[in-house]
């Protein structure tokens, strides 16, 4: 089964400078539901992972960023997306865990507990971080040009990473990825 894989703010929800902090911050990208649905519908597996360092901060607890996802997989579903699983890293850069993208922890996490093919899977994010995390793992990855994906194209380019898919943002990843997968009708 196809995976897709979604880093969440910047991707899904709009990034904000000061973090989502609570469910009345959070603000869905306007494609971002829609997009979602169609993976869904599509027969495809849709996870998030993000990194959520205002925990150990101490800017929110574990229970409100659990919070967030929670309604955000709640309002996801009202407009027909399933989302199988949402994975996050509590940690600081400082911290130095294997969860935090860059680093792969979180995808190898639900390739355990899901039996998630990564090499199957397709990671969209924002941020070169996301990319480094897919490409560590396996993935297929896809940058998108919203949240921080305009200015980290445009700051970032490594030869380490190879070729990288850029999409405008999610909705047109979303059609990069189901013209790549064989309907399941």
């Known amino acids: 089964m196809k995976t ?6 910047g991707v ?12 009345g911050e959070f603000r869905f990208l306007p494609d971002a539901p829609e997009a979602i649905a169609r993976l ?3 027969g495809v597996r849709v996870f998030i992972i993000t990194n959520q360092a205002i925990v150990n901060r101490g800017l929110v607890s574990r229970d409100v960023v659990e919070a967030i996802n929670r309604r955000m997989v709640t309002e996801l579903a009202k ?3 399933n989302i199988a699983a949402v994975a996050y890293c509590p ?12 680093q792969p922890g979180l995808l190898y996490e639900l390739a355990r507990e899901y039996q998630v093919s ?6 969209i994010g924002d941020a070169w971080t996301d990319i480094q995390a897919g490409h ?3 993935c297929e990855t896809i940058l998108v040009l919203t949240g921080r994906g305009l200015t980290q194209l445009s700051q970032m380019a490594s030869p380490a990473l190879g070729t990288v898919t850029v999409a405008p943002n999610l909705g047109h990843a979303v059609d990069l990825v189901l013209s790549q997968t064989p309907s399941i009708a």
């Open 12 to 23: 899904i929800n709009e990034n904000r400078v000061d973090h989502v902090k609570s469910w």
């Open 40 to 42: 869904t519908r599509a």
């Open 79 to 81: 407009c027909g997306a």
């Open 91 to 102: 940690h600081r850069p400082d911290e130095r865990c294997s969860c935090r993208k860059p």
């Open 136 to 138: 560590a793992a396996g």
């Open 118 to 123: 990564l090499r199957d899977a397709t990671l």
């Open 4 to 9: 897709v894989i979604l880093d969440r703010d």
